[in-house]
């Protein structure tokens, strides 16, 4: 039989990349298929990000993917093995697993999935030249960014999400509009009524964006009524769409326990999912948060959460 690697993390990201400086310095040395081009960019969501503000460590800022370059050289320097494949496939029902990617396959006593989730996104015609240049998936990452201070937003959604980003936003935005093609929200009540009643939120029904206006930066997003097709342009400094998140977890049906929106489900206070030795952190099982620092922290939990299943079953030396 192939030499069985003791634990393969599939997946980068803020998760990936600490679960691997763990699993490394408790030398278990790490595989990690970092991806190539499923489910976004090796890096996760960051990649895509310019300024961040509020990771820990960095009081003046750094550019997301400047970070996630630390976190890389981090991972290496502990020689964790990187290989920016994707992940092709995954045989979890027996051990030890297997993985296999474009180029390889792999054995495994352990695994630790830290594939993230992708922002959901509407595609307008002006998205890709003005992606970060005030448009943005994460209010509460990007919201303070002074780019967006003392302007009128846009955000698109009806659900919680949408509700409590619009709020979030109130405290830096001029105005904050919420655009919902629907004419009564999604969200839970308790959310409704925060929308509602603050002054500075406006809410646009029946209405979808249909364009993303600015030349070096967003300017104004044009918006259709969706009853009579009426349109017209609103002036704005920022779009933000809160129209949810899809989780990377097709390579897993079938395999492990999910939620309804396709979420991998841990046990409690734990990062183990329904496979004894498969463990998942980050945005994969985590629909709450979402924050790069949270990410890390699951990726610390699941590395530590592999070396003692590994250890108790004589698997770690």
Request: neutral net charge.
């Amino acid at each position: 039989m192939a030499d069985v690697e003791r634990v393969v993390i599939i997946g980068s990201g803020p998760a990936g990349h600490t679960a691997a400086i763990y699993t490394a310095r408790a030398n278990l040395a790490p595989i990690m298929f970092e991806g190539f081009s499923a489910g976004g960019i090796p890096g996760g969501q960051l990649m895509t990000t310019t300024e961040v503000e509020n990771y820990p460590g960095f009081p003046d800022g750094i550019q997301g993917p400047e970070l996630m370059e630390t976190f890389r050289k981090q991972s290496l320097r502990f020689d964790t093995r990187i290989f920016t494949e994707d992940v092709t496939k995954v045989d979890l029902n027996t051990k030890p697993f297997t993985v296999v990617s474009s180029e390889r396959t792999v054995k495994a006593s352990a695994l630790i999935i830290s594939t993230g989730a992708t922002a959901k996104r509407l595609n307008l015609p002006g998205e890709q030249r003005l992606w970060n240049k005030g448009m943005s998936a994460c209010a509460v990452c990007d919201g303070a960014l002074p780019i967006f201070r003392n302007k009128a937003l846009v955000v698109v959604g009806g659900g919680d999400s949408a509700c409590e980003e619009s709020t979030f936003l109130t405290k830096f935005a001029s105005k904050v509009y919420l655009v919902h093609r629907r004419d009564q929200l999604r969200a839970s009540k308790i959310m409704q009524e925060r929308v509602f009643k603050n002054p500075k939120i406006e809410v646009i029904w029946n209405t979808v964006v249909e364009d993303v206006l600015g030349n070096d930066v967003v300017s104004a997003v044009r918006l259709k009524d969706v009853k009579t097709n009426a349109t017209r342009d609103l002036p704005c400094g920022g779009l933000f769409y809160a129209i949810g998140f899809t989780p990377n977890t097709d390579l897993f049906k079938g395999q492990l326990q999910m939620d309804g929106l396709g979420y991998l489900i841990t046990k409690p206070d734990s990062t183990l999912t329904s496979v004894p030795g498969v463990f998942a952190c980050g945005d994969v099982q985590d629909k709450k948060y979402r924050q790069a620092v949270t990410a890390a922290g699951s990726g610390c939990m699941a590395a530590l959460d592999c070396e003692r299943w590994l250890l108790d079953r004589g698997l770690s030396d």
